[in-house]
């Protein structure tokens, strides 16, 4: 089945730096990972997938990158604002099945 | 669309109780996931629905189960309470493809004392 690690559980940047986030995954025939945003006492959010006949995907400041090779993706965000501060998480389908995998959050804090 | 509901919002339990929660899709959507959300341990997948069957389970105990109805509205049912049952349950609803993209309820906070 799949398995997904994700680093780092928690990050702290400036205003205004960038952050990235990194999921690994071992099923090398999933082909789809969403990123979900959830911020305190609330549901996760998806706020960005790629699926793997790309490499990138941009959506202003967020981006995701998949190297299918290294079977890793990871989340960029830039210009980080105040209320980026949010759990991060990544997930990928266990193939073959319907279930979604997900990582083990990374706790993001932006640091006006 | 309106998005996925979940009811109730907030529970308490004592140990040995059961409890029944309910989950509505978006409209349209066949596909009906449940994850269980604890500080220690995550997003944990406990079963997925899809025109009323059960097509994936995780691994939990069988005190956990559900169904879904013919409109794809789903419950989940937890038996004989125990105190590590407290958590967030979130459900999860899609088209019903592989590879589908999944939309989050709001959840149901669970706490047994």
């Known amino acids: 089945g799949e398995n997904v690690e994700q680093h780092p559980s928690t990050l702290s940047v400036q205003e205004g730096d960038s952050a990235v986030i990194k999921c690994t995954y071992s099923?090398?025939?999933?082909?789809?990972f969403p990123w979900y945003k959830q911020e305190l006492g609330k549901r996760p959010q998806l706020i960005i997938d790629?699926?793997?006949?790309?490499g990138e995907k941009k959506d202003q400041r967020i981006a995701v990158t998949l190297n299918k090779t290294a079977k890793h993706f990871s989340l960029h965000i830039t210009e980080t604002q105040p209320e980026d501060s949010a759990v991060y998480f990544c997930?990928?389908?266990?193939?073959?099945?319907?279930?979604?995998?997900f990582g083990t959050g990374t706790r993001l804090k932006v640091l006006a | 669309k309106a998005g996925v509901t979940q009811t109730p919002r907030y529970l308490i339990k004592t140990r040995g109780q059961q409890v029944t929660l309910s989950c509505s899709p978006i409209?349209?959507?066949?596909?009906v996931s449940w994850y269980q959300q604890t500080p220690g341990q995550g997003l944990q997948f406990l079963f997925e629905?899809?025109?009323?069957?059960?097509?994936n389970k995780g691994n939990f105990p069988g005190r956990f189960s559900g169904r879904q109805f013919s409109n794809s509205r789903s419950e989940m049912n937890v038996s004989t309470l125990e105190l590590g049952d407290s958590a967030l349950y979130l459900c999860?609803?899609?088209?019903?493809?592989?590879?589908?993209?999944?939309?989050f309820g709001p959840g149901t906070r669970l706490t047994v004392t």
């Open positions: 999860a609803s899609s088209p019903g493809g592989t590879a589908d993209e999944q939309y």
């Open positions: 099923d090398s025939a999933s082909n789809y």
């Open positions: 790629i699926r793997s006949n790309v």
């Open positions: 997930a990928a389908p266990d193939s073959g099945t319907y279930k979604y995998i």
């Open positions: 409209s349209g959507h066949r596909s």
């Open positions: 629905y899809f025109s009323e069957t059960q097509r």
